[in-house]
């Protein structure tokens, strides 16, 4: 068995969960570096992984200082989202693979920078997902794919969570120009990256956005309507402002709907399969005989990806899945800040919104920069 040598790249309050997950991939993986520019940080970091019972890793407080001397099997970037691609990039242009906390960028245009990156420097790079991998998703896209379930007809993608105003004092929450975007971009991503593995290419989106209360400037609502190649229709809400917070997908298929309602992870019994009757026997068995046991999460993404690397691979999510998605919220906002209809494969160089997910920019005033709701 190979251990892979990891450097996490910022270890505030997601590298913790990362931490959890190295911790209990049975040796299959350990922190050998770790980078903040906030020393305390780092030993509060450094002493958890002893926690953990990890080893003391070599400390860093810059990314170009660690890569200076160290070449580790993949970096795990856990920076806030405005350093997600020039940190990519450094790395990727050296050869090194990635890991990287969602957004992977906070536009189109610096994603395409990090393909680029993967394609001429021979690292690979992946998105965290962590809700693809859980065992309910995969036996879905298991029985969504052989045709067990019958073709999709419609579906639900609901993020309907909670941030109070203080939330958002961290410095880079709430704003267009290092976080990329609201809940679209930074919450409900999640589900709807779920949403895309299991219904495949969406081809249409119509969609609204509003900041109706948080002291942002970015959206902290939007509601979409999604049409997909296969003509199934999801409708997509990603909200910070729901006092009873849930994750709801929903899909209807011909034969079954399958649901999912949870929170920030699920299990196996977070899903429900209801067959229509003349199916029940067929979708009752396809659905025991897929994958179980597995409840989604930071440790199941690492666990695929130490298998990708174990198996010459490049890890999940790599960067057509990751686009796709980036692609998602990227035509939310411009459909909502047009008034119009936007269609895959329309935001390309040139577009405003391929440029920064904000695009022309939101038809309502910035707050954060000046303090005014602060
Ligand atoms: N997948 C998930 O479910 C999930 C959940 C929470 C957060 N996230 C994502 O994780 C990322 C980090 O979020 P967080 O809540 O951990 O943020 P955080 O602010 O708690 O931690 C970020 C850390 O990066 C450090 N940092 C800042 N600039 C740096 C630099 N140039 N080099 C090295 N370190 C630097 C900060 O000092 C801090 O310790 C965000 O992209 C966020 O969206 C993902």
Redesign the pocket.
Known sequence: MKTYDLAV???????AVHARGIADSGGRARVSAV????PQ?LRDFTAHLAELGLPEPRGYT??AELLNVERPDLVDL????G??APQAVMCLSRGLTVLC???PALSLAEFDRITAAEQTGGGRFAT?F?HRFGSGARTLRELAADGSLGVPMTAVCHTLWHRPDAYFD?P?RGRWDVEGGGPTM?HGI?QMDLLLSVLGPWREVVAVAARRARPTDTEDLSCAIVTFESGAVASVVNSLLSTRETSHLRFDFAHATVELTHL?GYGDADWTVTATPDHADAVAAAWAAGPKGRASG?GAQLTAVLDALDAGQAPPVGTADARATMELVAAVYQSAFSGRPVARGEIGPGSPFYDRMQGTGAPWPAVRATGGAR
Do not use: F, N
């Open positions: 790249v910022g270890t505030g309050g997601i590298a980078v903040d520019v906030d940080r810059s990314l856990c920076t806030p989202p350093l997600h906390e969602k957004p965290v962590q961290v880079w930074g999640h920030y930071h």
